[in-house]
């Protein structure tokens, strides 16, 4: 068995866009080695050589690499943080669209302290429509997956604005280490929660500001794959909001 550290050798360059089946990499130092899939990466490896398995933009950060995917669908993980709109009211649950394949279930014991079916009403709580701020408490793909708001800032939506985005373009909202977030947040001064599923709540000081900063999320959606795009969207911010740079 080979004890050679294993290196990557990295073929394409970040920001490009890929296919699937296009070689992102090589893996040198160990022998070859039988298919593995790494989904949450979007990448397979067989033998030696890496691969992506979609069409979507490479990010490569500390010589590893992943590739963000042009079109998704969001899926479940545990403690993903959510926003969701309730679309249903049972007994003693509400069901709870998070813009995945698989419907998502609040328990009525996770608001309600004491919770007694036979007296409490639900959509004195929760009503269809509503928005709220959840974390994905537990999922296997065999069962729909279970909210909770247990946790601080977590619980139904009473104020701001929710905008919906496609779940594949969260991570460019965010940027990486934070950079596009960071720079949203500072210059429009507004309160931002972005959820991993596609929608994101903002309060900001005006409507004025708040129009300038959908705006922005809109560019940053449709530009996505594109390079040099947070020098771009600082630069807009700054001329929709007066800011000298």
Request: net charge positive.
């Amino acid at each position: 068995m080979s004890t050679t550290t294993p290196t990557l050798k990295i073929l394409v360059a970040d920001r490009q866009i890929v296919r699937p089946g296009d070689c992102l990499a090589l893996i040198e130092g160990v022998f070859e080695q039988k298919l593995k899939h790494i989904p949450e990466k979007h990448i397979y490896i067989l033998g030696n050589r890496v691969y992506s398995d979609v069409v979507g933009v490479v990010s490569i950060e500390n010589n590893t690499l992943s590739v963000v995917p042009l079109e998704s669908t969001y899926i479940p993980r545990k403690d993903d943080t959510v926003i969701g709109v309730i679309s249903g009211v049972s007994v003693s649950s509400w069901s709870v669209d998070i813009k995945s394949p698989y419907k998502a279930i609040l328990p009525a014991s996770d608001v309600i302290e004491g919770f007694n079916p036979a007296i409490h009403n639900l959509r004195n709580y929760l009503d269809i429509g509503d928005y709220v701020l959840a974390k994905v408490a537990a999922f296997d793909r065999l069962r729909d997956p279970v909210l909770t708001v247990k946790g601080k800032g977590l619980g139904k939506i009473i104020d701001g604005y929710v905008v919906e985005i496609k779940p594949s373009k969260v991570a460019r909202v965010i940027g990486k280490k934070g950079s596009m977030y960071n720079l949203l947040t500072n210059m429009t001064k507004c309160e931002l929660v972005v959820g991993v599923n596609g929608y994101i709540w903002a309060r900001c000081p005006d409507e004025r500001v708040l129009d300038v900063l959908v705006k922005a999320i809109r560019l940053i959606e449709t530009k996505a794959h594109m390079r040099g795009l947070t020098e771009e969207v600082r630069s807009y911010l700054a001329s929709k909001l007066g800011v000298q740079l």
